[in-house]
Structures are given as structure tokens and as C-alpha cells.
């Protein structure tokens, strides 16, 4: 059968027809309790198998070029259970050091009680990673870009590298989005969503996907039924809505940030910008070869001649908000957010400075993103 392209599987593929009244749009099943009786599969909704969890699971799935997904009821549920359904006592994981925060606490936290072992690896070449592989090594996982500052990891030679170590690989993709990278396609194993983020699109829903192979995902499942982190069918039905607009929303969202970033570079005002989509970036050849877009997120230092506090304080458009990637614009300071509990130390160590700043574009035409820039430096100029 052809395979459709990316545009037309976010509105079409997993939809659920509606047989008796032949609506346009997928029928929202909410029932928990199915007949056991005579069907060919019993359904549960922590089974992950209602009628849209398997639609919503077979959108995405497709999206990545994967053979089956599983939705959960958060990104941070899809990447415990695909991390802990892969390792057990005894076994140890190599990781990039530049994590999502709720990741690096998961590892931190909760792997010493369950006897696993771990090392992140501040480098983020292949070669970097290779050199933290053990015999009992079980998992690389990386995640790219990074946050905040946009770090790129190759694909390919991760792939690569595990394969030869006979490790799985384990993407965090959240940050591009499948039209933006589809980390498969380079030989990665299984890729994981935070679904709050691109694929909900507007801010308002907390959900998670994990894909990959049918051998994978089945390891996965075996875990994540016991842990029972399903997602409401009533949030996988708004999911799959969501999802329709994905690429024409990441494709503006692209473009946004690709201006933003260009008009931030040649501020007198900005000291540094971090954007795979700039030529200045280190990894922008990286980026070309591995993304079909450059993604909606970039971080960026403001000058000292302006005043943080000030700057965010007088944007009036462009909000600050501790998570990413609605169709609304929105700034964090890390050193304030998501990198507060970390020494000033540790975070100079990480390249984060005080004067960062994270922006999310959203969907807005650039003009008026620009103008209420363009205010607020003036406004917090010292
Ligand atoms: C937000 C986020 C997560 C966690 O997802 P939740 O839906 O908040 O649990 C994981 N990884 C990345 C890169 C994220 O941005």
C-alpha cells in the first residue's frame, strides 16, 4: 500500500471511522468496561488497547516509521516505563549529560532503588558515549536538540555505535517532533514523545508516546500495563484532534524561529544565539543532514546592557511559561526554571549563563513577535 507523507498521516492515519452515522472525525469511545465474550480482544483502557488508543498510538507510530506505539498519560510515563521495561537490577545506561530535568531526576532519584547503574556523558559524540558502554550496559539514550542551548547528537553514528555494542538505542524526540526528525529512519530504536509538547500543540493536554518495533513496543507494553500510566480515551480523542494541525503548525513555528533567530543575532542587544538553523551554530551541517526543519525552540543570552527582569516584564505578547511549544510564544530563564535547583557552578559547567533566555515560537505573525521584542529592549535597556 502507498505510504502517505507526514501532512496528510497527521490528519488521516489511526482515524476511527464512524460506521453508523459516517461523521467526518473519529468517534470518541469512553468506555472502560467491553464484553469478554466472543471478541477478539478483551479491552481495557490500561491495556492500552480501547478503539482510540489504538488509533491515536497508530498515528503516531506512523509519523516516526515505526511499527506500533503506545500512548501515555504523560511524557515522563513514557520515558520511565520504556527506560525500566529495558533495564533491570544489575544492568547500567549510558546517557547524554544535557537531559529534559524530569529525566535526569528520574536517573538520579529512582534507578539506585531498582539496582541500575548509570553514567552520563558530557560529551555527546558517538565516540563519547562509546567510551561509558560496560558488558552490562543495556540502553543509550539521548536526546536532540538538547535543552536549552540546542545541542545536536548524530543519529546516525549513536545508531551505529549501539548496534555494534548491542545495546538499544532510546531517543527523547520531543524537542524536534516527527516533522522535524524521524530518529528511525537513522536506526535508532525506539523514540519517545513528551505529547504535551508539538503533538498537543495548544498548552492544554499532558500526554506521552513511546514507538518503535514490534518486538520493542512489546517489551514496553509487558511493563506499562503494570504501572498502568494510560492516558483518559477523552484526552486521546482531544490528542488525536490536536494532532491534524501538527505540521502546518511546526512548519510555522519553523519559520518563526528561523527569522527570530536571524533578527537575535544581529541585535546589538543579544550577546549569543543557540539555533541548529544558523550557519554559527556548531552543529548546523549536523542539523542539515538529520532535521527537515530546524524546530521551533532556541535560546539566546541577552546583553548586559539590558535588564533580564525588565525584558520579561515588558513583553506583552510573548509570555513566560515553564513549558514549551504551543502555538503561543513563550520565554523561560532557565537559572530561574528548570535549571534553579543546580549551582551556579554546575550550570556555568553546562554552558548555561544567567543571562539566558529559552524562547518557544509559536504561530504568530514574526512582525508583532518582532515589535514586542523590539519594546521591550528599550524598555529594560540600563
Ligand atoms: C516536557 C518534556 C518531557 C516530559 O514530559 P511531560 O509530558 O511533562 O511528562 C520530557 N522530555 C522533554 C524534552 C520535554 O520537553
Not at 498537543?200 to 508516546?209: K, N, R, V
Not at 521551533?296 to 513566560?320: A, C, T, V, W, Y
Request: charged fraction near 20%.
Amino acid at each position: 500500500m502507498k505510504k502517505n507523507k507526514l501532512e496528510t498521516l497527521c490528519v488521516h492515519e489511526g482515524q476511527l471511522k464512524d460506521l453508523e452515522n459516517k461523521g467526518a472525525i473519529s468517534p470518541l469511545y469512553m468506555a472502560t468496561a467491553y464484553a469478554y465474550d466472543e471478541v477478539e480482544v478483551t479491552r481495557y483502557p490500561r491495556y492500552f488497547n480501547t478503539p482510540n488508543q489504538v488509533g491515536l498510538a497508530k498515528k503516531i507510530a506512523a509519523l516516526e516509521g515505526a511499527e506500533q506505539g503506545i500512548i501515555f498519560g504523560s511524557g515522563m510515563a513514557a520515558i520511565s516505563t520504556a527506560l525500566l521495561s529495558h533495564l533491570r537490577s544489575g544492568d547500567h545506561i549510558v546517557l547524554q549529560a544535557d537531559l529534559y530535568g524530569g529525566t535526569t531526576n528520574l536517573i538520579v532519584e529512582e534507578f539506585e532503588k531498582f539496582g541500575i547503574e548509570y553514567s552520563f556523558s558530557p560529551g555527546l559524540l558517538a565516540s563519547d558515549l562509546e567510551k561509558l558502554i560496560q558488558p552490562n550496559t543495556k540502553v543509550v539514550f539521548i536526546e536532540t536538540p538538547s535543552n536549552p542551548l540546542m545541542k545536536l547528537v548524530n543519529l546516525e553514528a549513536v545508531a551505529k555505535m549501539a548496534k555494534k555494542k548491542g545495546v538499544i538505542s532510546i531517543i527523547d524526540n520531543t524537542f524536534a517532533s516527527p516533522i522535524n526528525q524521524n530518529p528511525i529512519s537513522f536506526g535508532i530504536d525506539v523514540v519517545i514523545h513528551s505529547a504535551t509538547k508539538y503533538l498537543g500543540g495548544h498548552s492544554d493536554i499532558l500526554a506521552g508516546a513511546v514507538v518503535g518495533s514490534q518486538k520493542h513496543i512489546e517489551v514496553v507494553f509487558q511493563m506499562a500495563k503494570n504501572l498502568g500510566g494510560s492516558l483518559s480515551d477523552y484526552t486521546v480523542w482531544l490528542l488525536e484532534r490536536s494532532m491534524k494541525t501538527l505540521s502546518i503548525r511546526v512548519k510555522a513555528q519553523n519559520e518563526n524561529a528561523v527569522e527570530l533567530a536571524k533578527f537575535l543575532e544581529n541585535s546589538k542587544s543579544v550577546d549569543q544565539v543557540y539555533y541548529p538553523g544558523l550557519k554559527s551554530h556548531p552543529d548546523h551541517e549536523l542539523a542539515c543532514l538529520q532535521m527537515n526543519g530546524f524546530g521551533g525552540m532556541l535560546s539566546f543570552e541577552l546583553s548586559r546592557s539590558h535588564d533580564l527582569d525588565l525584558f520579561q516584564k515588558n513583553l506583552h505578547l510573548i509570555k513566560p511559561a515553564v513549558s514549551l511549544a504551543g502555538v503561543e510564544s513563550t520565554i523561560t530563564i532557565p537559572t530561574k526554571t528548570s535549571h534553579a535547583l543546580i549551582s551556579s557552578e554546575e550550570r556555568k559547567a553546562q554552558g548555561i549563563k544567567d543571562n539566558l533566555i529559552r524562547f518557544s515560537v509559536g504561530i504568530e505573525h514574526f512582525d508583532d513577535l518582532k515589535e514586542d521584542i523590539d519594546q521591550a529592549l528599550i524598555k529594560s535597556k540600563l
